[in-house]
C-alpha cells in the first residue's frame, strides 16, 4: 500500500485545497492530511486563521479523499509522522518548492502545482475591510508598534495624534501618517481605531474619548488607575459595542497560552503558589525611572507580574500586601506584592533599578513550572519534579523581536468577530489589575509624604 501525507492549515476551505487533496490521494492509496493547529500557526506568523481547528478538520473530511486527519502542532513534526506511518511519498504545492528538500532522505518529494488566484490569504482580505489606525503618542514603545503592524493584514496605520508637535512631526515624516497635535476629535475622525501609547496618566482620557466615539481601543498597560474608572470604561464599550483592549503583550504569545494550558491540565497537580519577578535596570532619566508619580516599578512592570497570577488563580484573593523601597527620585525601586488566596499564595515582584532573576515560577503538588527571564516574551519553559532527572521541556517560539504583532493580530481578530472571546486578558482581569494599581499608588503615596 502507497502512503502519501500533506499538511496545511486549510483555513476557509477554497477550491485550491480541494484540487491539492484530490491530485495527492491520486499518489497513492492512503492519504495523510496534517492540519495545524492555531498555536502551532501562531508560532510561525500566520496569525490570521478565520475557521477554528475543529471547521477546517471537517472541511477536510468532507471531501472524501483523507484517509486519516492528524494535527500538526510543532516543529519537526514532519519527520516524525513520515517514520512514523511509513509515508511513501511527501506532497506540498509549489508554493514550498525545495523548502522541503530535505525530507527526501525519508520518503519522494513531490511539489504540485498551485490552483491559480486563489488562497486562504485572499479570502480573508476580501472578508475584511481594513481598519485605519490612529496611535496616541509617538515615542519609543509607538516606533516598536507601528513596525510590526505590516505583519498583521487588514490594518493600516493613518494618523498620529501627540499635543508635543516637534515628536508627532518627526514621527508623522518618518512613517508617512497624518499628524494631529490639538484637536483629539478630528484626529478621531479619520480613523476606526486607536492604539493609546501615551504616558500612563493619559490612558484613560484618550480611552474614553475614543470609545464614545465609537472607535476600538488597544491601550497599552497601565489602562488605568482606579477600580472605578476601569469599570466604567469596560462599560462603556461594551454599552458602545467597540473592542476595548489593554495591551499586555504577554497575555497574547502562543507560549504563554501553552503555559497556561500545561498549568491547568494537572501536570503539576495542584497550583499552590505563583511567583511572577520582572526587574530593569533602565535609563535613569526616563519616565519609568523618574516620574515619582506614575513611573517606578510597579507601574510599569506590574500588569506583567499579575498577569500569570489572576489567570491562573482567578481574581478573588482574599488579600495583598504591598510593600515597597523608594528610590532617590522617589519612585518605587521594588515592589512587592503577596496575594493570599483560599490555601494558595501568590507574589509579584517588580524592580525598576534593582536587578533579581526575572523568572515565573508555578509550584504545584506535583511539580513546578519554570519559565525564566524573559518570560514576558515567553519561547520556551520547563515542568520540573522531585526526581531532578526528569524535566519536560517546551518549546513554544514565536515570530518577531517583541510579540507585537500577535496583540494587534488579537485586536484585529476581536474587531472582526473572528477572536471567539476574549479569554486571552478578560476586563474582569484588567479590572482586577486597576484595582491592585490604585491600592498600591495610594501606599506609595503615604510613603513618599504626599
Ligand atoms: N494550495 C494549492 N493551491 C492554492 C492554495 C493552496 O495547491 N491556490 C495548497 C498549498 O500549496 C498547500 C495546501 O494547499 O500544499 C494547504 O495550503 P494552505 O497554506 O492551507 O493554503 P493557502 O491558501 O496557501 O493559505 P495561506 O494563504 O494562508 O498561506
Same mark, same amino acid.
Given at each position: 500500500?502507497?502512503?502519501?501525507?500533506?499538511?496545511?492549515?486549510?483555513?476557509?476551505?477554497?477550491?485550491?485545497?480541494?484540487?491539492?487533496?484530490?491530485?495527492?490521494?491520486?499518489?497513492?492509496?492512503?492519504?495523510?492530511?496534517?492540519?495545524?493547529?492555531?498555536?502551532?500557526?501562531?508560532?510561525?506568523?500566520?496569525?490570521?486563521?478565520?475557521?477554528?481547528?475543529?471547521?477546517?478538520?471537517?472541511?477536510?473530511?468532507?471531501?472524501?479523499?483523507?484517509?486519516?486527519?492528524?494535527?500538526?502542532?510543532?516543529?519537526?513534526?514532519?519527520?516524525?509522522?513520515?517514520?512514523?506511518?511509513?509515508?511513501?511519498?511527501?506532497?506540498?504545492?509549489?508554493?514550498?518548492?525545495?523548502?522541503?528538500?530535505?525530507?527526501?532522505?525519508?520518503?519522494?518529494?513531490?511539489?504540485?502545482?498551485?490552483?491559480?488566484?486563489?488562497?486562504?490569504?485572499?479570502?480573508?482580505?476580501?472578508?475584511?475591510?481594513?481598519?485605519?489606525?490612529?496611535?496616541?503618542?509617538?515615542?519609543?514603545?509607538?516606533?516598536?508598534?507601528?513596525?510590526?503592524?505590516?505583519?498583521?493584514?487588514?490594518?493600516?496605520?493613518?494618523?498620529?495624534?501627540?499635543?508635543?508637535?516637534?515628536?508627532?512631526?518627526?514621527?508623522?515624516?518618518?512613517?508617512?501618517?497624518?499628524?494631529?497635535?490639538?484637536?483629539?476629535?478630528?484626529?478621531?475622525?479619520?480613523?476606526?481605531?486607536?492604539?493609546?501609547?501615551?504616558?500612563?496618566?493619559?490612558?484613560?482620557?484618550?480611552?474614553?474619548?475614543?470609545?464614545?466615539?465609537?472607535?476600538?481601543?488597544?491601550?497599552?498597560?497601565?489602562?488605568?488607575?482606579?477600580?472605578?474608572?476601569?469599570?466604567?470604561?469596560?462599560?462603556?464599550?461594551?454599552?458602545?459595542?467597540?473592542?476595548?483592549?489593554?495591551?499586555?503583550?504577554?497575555?497574547?504569545?502562543?507560549?504563554?497560552?501553552?503555559?497556561?494550558?500545561?498549568?491547568?491540565?494537572?501536570?503539576?497537580?495542584?497550583?499552590?503558589?505563583?511567583?511572577?519577578?520582572?526587574?530593569?535596570?533602565?535609563?535613569?532619566?526616563?519616565?519609568?525611572?523618574?516620574?515619582?508619580?506614575?513611573?517606578?516599578?510597579?507601574?510599569?512592570?506590574?500588569?506583567?507580574? %499579575?498577569?500569570? #497570577?489572576?489567570?491562573?488563580? =482567578?481574581? &478573588? @484573593?482574599?488579600? /495583598?500586601?504591598?510593600? +515597597? *523601597?523608594?528610590?532617590?527620585?522617589?519612585?518605587?525601586?521594588?515592589?512587592?506584592?503577596?496575594?493570599?488566596?483560599?490555601?494558595?499564595?501568590?507574589?509579584?515582584?517588580?524592580?525598576?533599578?534593582?536587578?533579581?532573576?526575572?523568572?515565573?515560577?508555578?509550584?504545584?503538588?506535583?511539580?513546578?513550572?519554570?519559565?525564566?527571564?524573559?518570560?514576558?516574551?515567553?519561547?520556551?519553559?520547563?515542568?520540573?519534579?522531585?526526581?531532578?532527572?526528569?524535566?519536560?521541556?517546551?518549546?513554544?517560539?514565536?515570530?518577531?523581536?517583541?510579540?507585537?504583532?500577535?496583540?494587534?493580530?488579537?485586536? %484585529?481578530?476581536? #474587531?472582526?468577530?473572528?477572536? =471567539?472571546? &476574549? @479569554?486571552?486578558? /478578560?476586563?474582569?482581569? +484588567? *479590572?482586577?489589575?486597576?484595582?491592585?494599581?490604585?491600592?498600591?499608588?495610594?501606599?506609595?503615596?503615604?510613603?513618599?509624604?504626599?
Amino acid at each position: 500500500m502507497k502512503k502519501v501525507i500533506t499538511y496545511g492549515s486549510f483555513d476557509l476551505f477554497h477550491e485550491g485545497h480541494y484540487n491539492i487533496l484530490k491530485r495527492a490521494k491520486e499518489l497513492g492509496d492512503y492519504l495523510i492530511v496534517g492540519v495545524t493547529t492555531e498555536h502551532y500557526d501562531r508560532s510561525r506568523g500566520k496569525l490570521n486563521l478565520v475557521d477554528p481547528i475543529m471547521t477546517r478538520i471537517e472541511n477536510v473530511r468532507n471531501t472524501g479523499f483523507a484517509d486519516e486527519i492528524i494535527v500538526e502542532d510543532h516543529d519537526g513534526q514532519k519527520i516524525e509522522d513520515i517514520q512514523r506511518y511509513g509515508i511513501d511519498t511527501f506532497v506540498l504545492g509549489t508554493d514550498w518548492v525545495g523548502k522541503f528538500d530535505y525530507l527526501k532522505k525519508y520518503c519522494d518529494v513531490v511539489y504540485l502545482e498551485r490552483t491559480p488566484d486563489i488562497s486562504s490569504t485572499l479570502k480573508r482580505k476580501d472578508m475584511k475591510r481594513l481598519i485605519k489606525l490612529g496611535i496616541v503618542g509617538t515615542g519609543r514603545i509607538a516606533r516598536r508598534f507601528q513596525a510590526e503592524t505590516i505583519f498583521v493584514s487588514g490594518i493600516e496605520v493613518v494618523a498620529a495624534f501627540n499635543p508635543e508637535k516637534e515628536s508627532l512631526e518627526k514621527y508623522a515624516e518618518e512613517y508617512s501618517v497624518l499628524p494631529f497635535s490639538g484637536d483629539y476629535d478630528r484626529f478621531l475622525g479619520s480613523v476606526d481605531a486607536v492604539y493609546v501609547a501615551s504616558p500612563n496618566e493619559t490612558h484613560a482620557d484618550y480611552v474614553r474619548k475614543a470609545i464614545i466615539a465609537g472607535k476600538h481601543v488597544l491601550c497599552e498597560k497601565p489602562m488605568t488607575f482606579t477600580y472605578d474608572e476601569a469599570v466604567e470604561l469596560y462599560n462603556l464599550a461594551k454599552k458602545d459595542r467597540v473592542v476595548l483592549m489593554e495591551g499586555i503583550r504577554a497575555a497574547y504569545l502562543p507560549g504563554f497560552q501553552q503555559l497556561l494550558s500545561v498549568a491547568r491540565d494537572g501536570t503539576i497537580g495542584e497550583i499552590c503558589d505563583i511567583e511572577a519577578c520582572f526587574t530593569r535596570l533602565g535609563d535613569p532619566e526616563s519616565r519609568e525611572m523618574s516620574d515619582a508619580r506614575y513611573g517606578g516599578a510597579f507601574m510599569e512592570y506590574g500588569s506583567y507580574t %499579575m498577569l500569570p #497570577i489572576f489567570k491562573l488563580l =482567578g481574581t &478573588d @484573593y482574599e488579600d /495583598t500586601i504591598i510593600d +515597597s *523601597i523608594l528610590g532617590e527620585s522617589g519612585i518605587d525601586r521594588f515592589t512587592k506584592v503577596q496575594f493570599r488566596y483560599k490555601n494558595k499564595l501568590a507574589t509579584s515582584k517588580t524592580g525598576a533599578g534593582v536587578k533579581s532573576e526575572g523568572q515565573l515560577v508555578i509550584s504545584g503538588t506535583k511539580g513546578y513550572i519554570l519559565a525564566q527571564s524573559p518570560w514576558w516574551l515567553i519561547r520556551s519553559f520547563d515542568v520540573r519534579y522531585e526526581d531532578e532527572s526528569r524535566v519536560d521541556h517546551f518549546e513554544a517560539p514565536f515570530v518577531g523581536r517583541d510579540g507585537f504583532r500577535y496583540e494587534i493580530a488579537e485586536f %484585529m481578530d476581536k #474587531i472582526n468577530g473572528t477572536g =471567539g472571546n &476574549d @479569554y486571552k486578558l /478578560t476586563a474582569e482581569e +484588567s *479590572i482586577a489589575m486597576a484595582r491592585v494599581v490604585e491600592k498600591f499608588m495610594s501606599i506609595r503615596r503615604e510613603q513618599q509624604g504626599f
